[in-house]
């Protein structure tokens, strides 16, 4: 095994703001290639600081000035992240250190981000900014406090507790498909508070509790704390429906 010890400047996650030192580590081969500026590592690649460890198949790491800093890493193959704010899987990972933006992309594996109380899960792409500490997700999946938001598009808000991040906010675009138990509600648009338990979903909602009742409108207010359920009509002429079962089972 080859190893290779710098000073660097990288910051990932939770990492705070001073000069870490990076162990980089390959099974199969470490170049540091002076003129262009880079290390390419190869076969069980990490970078490893007391703050994260970054394993890969693949770790190429561009670096400037003389003091080495470190202000792009790539990541490729069986990619995983390690922090005291969450964890990562993806095939692709591509860190703009100067940017603190984060690239997650899929290419035969889901990518999947857990935090200390959700996961996102996609096929497509999450990107992470880590200095404002959201991050946005294409065509996924978001599962927290046992709730399901399926979107085109989501955005989570974090706030960091206690040195772990948890999430503040939910905004999310197309396609809405929001699980909670036996209840699903569908839409264009939804926002979710987990602060309060309120999640507003707006455009061609529908409401479905099992096969207990089926409700559409143009608004959900919906208090996931406490079930109830507010359905709006679209506009002043435009009705809310709904379709209630009165079946019931029998007892022998």
């Not at 792009?72 to 990562?88: G, R």
């Amino acid at each position: 095994m080859l190893k290779l010890f710098l000073i660097a400047f990288l910051f990932i996650g939770s990492i705070p703001s001073y000069a870490e030192n990076i162990e980089l580590f390959a099974d199969d081969g470490l170049e540091w290639n002076q003129k262009d500026n880079k290390i390419i590592m190869h076969k069980n690649a990490t970078a490893k600081t007391p703050s994260y460890e970054l394993k890969a198949d693949n770790i190429e790491a561009l670096y400037k000035g003389n003091n080495k800093k470190i202000y792009k890493i790539y990541a490729n193959d069986n990619v995983k992240i390690k922090s005291a704010t969450e964890n990562i899987f993806t095939d692709k990972m591509i860190y703009d250190i100067d940017a603190e933006r984060i690239d997650l992309l899929s290419n035969t594996n889901p990518t999947v981000m857990k935090s200390s109380d959700s996961k996102i899960t996609t096929k497509d792409k999450i990107i992470y900014f880590k200095d404002k500490n959201y991050a946005t997700a294409d065509n996924a999946e978001i599962t927290h406090s046992g709730r399901q938001i399926f979107s085109d598009y989501i955005r989570i808000t974090f706030e960091n507790k206690n040195g772990k991040n948890q999430v503040k906010y939910i905004h999310a675009d197309g396609n809405i498909k929001l699980i909670d138990g036996t209840e699903e509600l569908y839409g264009d648009r939804a926002e979710y508070n987990p602060q309060n338990g309120f999640a507003t979903i707006d455009g061609n909602v529908h409401f479905k509790k099992g096969t207990e009742a089926n409700l559409s409108g143009g608004k959900i207010v919906y208090n996931m704390n406490t079930g109830i359920a507010k359905i709006l009509p679209k506009d002043k002429d435009s009705k809310v429906s709904g379709v209630f079962s009165t079946q019931t089972t029998s007892k022998k």
